[in-house]
């Protein structure tokens, strides 16, 4: 997928990307290419203007759920990620980039939430193909695949190359068990404090209740 070509139909965004992206000075090396009357013409296999997400480089997978990233040097990082029916992408912040989401596979049961900067929770249904959704740089933001066998497949842009994650759970179970006994009282920061053995670096997870009902279990 051409990225320059990507981010210009998408220039909706409030990221003012495309001016950088179209800069000559910034346009990486042909690898390999020739000209004609048209232009020059190179193969996307060939050349580093073209991102393959299904096969870049960094890619993680979770319980059936994946994700391919692809940084553009300097500039973006582009996400596709695929949940898995019963997916849960599970309550998360990035603290320093804005997030804009993309759907390609969707269907009706799947829903997508975030805390607005005012505190009210924000719960997006009946998204579709298609469709696009803002996550404000810091905003929490989660999501759930209802469905029982229809998996859902999102590109996320993200404003700037570092899409580092930051989980409440973890947080709030990093916090020494005395203050949260203060803060809490001392049966809830017990089990609050076992939050901390939750790995840090898994965003997605299966949602046991929907299983159940599925017939996945």
Known sequence: MATSSMICLLS?????????????GDIPVLDSYHTDDSGISVDAADTKLVYDLHNAEVRFEWEGSSAFYQVVPGLMAILLLNIAPCGVVLPLSNPYTDDMLYATECNAQMEFGYVAANGSTIIITGFKPGNTLQIPKGALHWGLNKSCTRAVSIIKFFNGPDISFVRPDIQIGSIPESILNVSMGEELARKISELKKLNPEDPIARCPKCMRMCGLV
């Open 12 to 24: 909706l965004l409030p990221f003012a990307l495309c001016p950088s992206v179209l800069d000559p």
